[in-house]
């Protein structure tokens, strides 16, 4: 009997430890039997482009538990089952982050991807979960409600099952634990921001007309300079390295992996869209800038 959870999270911001709200559904004997849904206080901001996504606003978190609070009731309603996620690298982020945020005890959790699954099942012109739907001629009401979403890949499961004999058969080969991340490149990245963000000035005698000066800096790509030396620069001329792109006054870009745009470069291509003021300043321009200031 194929037995499993189907989980998704939606965030409040660009940082993985920011949910707002999660939804898992309970699947046994190929049946959904039960489902949870809560409201989530994130206790950091909102940002604009991720309310345009879920709709859930600052207001309507106020008196919503915070997750220290939600958490002991998932572990509850998943038990030692494994866990589904449509995109599961995001949601597992979001869970493993938030765990480590409140210091809480990390569980072992096997966890697979069904949209990893979908890729390695079916052919489709996209895996996403909207095009998974339609691919199987389903109905979807309201995408990116984490309650919907989790049925959404919790119906999608149930179907690409019925090419193996059980899940038990496919997670043979395609398990995760989420007590595996602690060792993912994922955090090395989240030490490594860590180590930026504690980047002192070595000046007090800050250039008030520079462009930095006093603006948040977001940096994505490889540029001229070590990332190190780039936020030394920004630091040094009253200015703040921004780790999320939502919250960056300043955009500095430099050559993508594959010449293709980053999941950074299209946060700010929409915020652009949406109407919001983002300065772009590429490598070369960067260059003239150090130049000019010198």
Known sequence: MNEFIALDF????????????VGMVKVQGNMMTETFYTLVNPETYFSKGNIAVHGIKPEDVVDAPIFPD????????IGDLPVVAHFARFDMSVLYQSIERYNLELPTMPYFCSCNMARKTVKNHSYSLKNMMKF????FHGHHHALNDAKASAMITLRLLKHYDSLEDYLKRHRSYLSGM????????????AE?????????D????????????????TLHLK?????????DHGGQYETDVEQADIYLFGKQKNNKPSAKDNA????????EEVQLISDDKLKQLIEFYK
């Open 268 to 275: 700010i291509t929409n915020r652009i869209a949406r109407g």
């Open 206 to 221: 800050f250039d008030l007309t520079h462009p930095f000066h006093d603006k948040k800096i977001a940096i994505s790509g």
């Open 10 to 21: 939606e965030t409040a911001n660009g940082q993985p430890a920011s949910v707002c709200s």
């Open 70 to 77: 939600v958490f002991p009731h998932m572990m509850d309603f």
């Open 136 to 139: 199987y001629d389903l109905d």
């Open 196 to 204: 930026l963000n504690a980047i002192k000035p070595s000046t007090k």
């Open 227 to 235: 990332r190190k030396d780039i936020v030394q620069y920004i630091v």
């Open 182 to 193: 602690k060792y993912k490149k994922s955090q090395q990245m989240s030490r490594y921001n």
